[in-house]
């Protein structure tokens, strides 16, 4: 599985357009996603103090467009090693390879320190 985080809107969104897209797609050409040991470090790096997120398990053999496995993108961040390689993916999201979508709710401190169950 890898994991993509968005607001609850935007996965709405995707349910009525019958696929998932994100801004990246537009400027930077991809989705980014993560592993589950990533995940967390992204989370506190990008979305602290969102209080609107769901996290996307993907099945990888499920997603059509093409699935790239690529250093870090965009600017640097904590935790974040440009040695580590993220899944990023050249299309829009099919959303038959939605496995599961969970609720992510952050800590009283506005960051994460576990995955939802």
């Given at each position: 599985?890898?994991?993509?985080?968005?607001?609850?809107?935007?996965?709405?969104?995707?349910?009525?357009?019958?696929?998932?897209?994100?801004?990246?797609?537009?400027?930077?050409?991809?989705?980014?996603?993560?592993?589950?040991k990533q995940?967390?470090?992204?989370?506190?790096?990008?979305?602290?103090?969102?209080?609107?997120?769901?996290?996307?398990?993907?099945?990888?053999?499920?997603?059509?467009?093409?699935?790239?496995?690529?250093?870090?993108?965009?600017?640097?961040?904590?935790?974040?090693?440009?040695?580590?390689?993220?899944?990023?993916?050249?299309?829009?999201?099919?959303?038959?390879?939605?496995?599961?979508?969970?609720?992510?709710p952050p800590?009283?401190?506005?960051?994460?320190?576990?995955?939802?169950?």
């Amino acid at each position: 599985m890898i994991l993509h985080i968005t607001s609850k809107q935007d996965w709405a969104d995707a349910q009525v357009n019958g696929e998932y897209t994100a801004p990246s797609l537009v400027s930077e050409g991809f989705i980014h996603c993560s592993t589950e040991k990533q995940i967390l470090n992204v989370a506190n790096a990008f979305y602290r103090g969102r209080t609107d997120l769901v996290v996307l398990n993907l099945a990888e053999d499920r997603i059509k467009p093409e699935v790239k496995w690529e250093a870090p993108a965009g600017p640097p961040a904590e935790n974040i090693s440009e040695a580590d390689l993220f899944p990023h993916v050249y299309g829009p999201i099919n959303l038959d390879a939605v496995a599961s979508v969970l609720d992510f709710p952050p800590d009283a401190d506005g960051g994460w320190s576990s995955l939802p169950v």
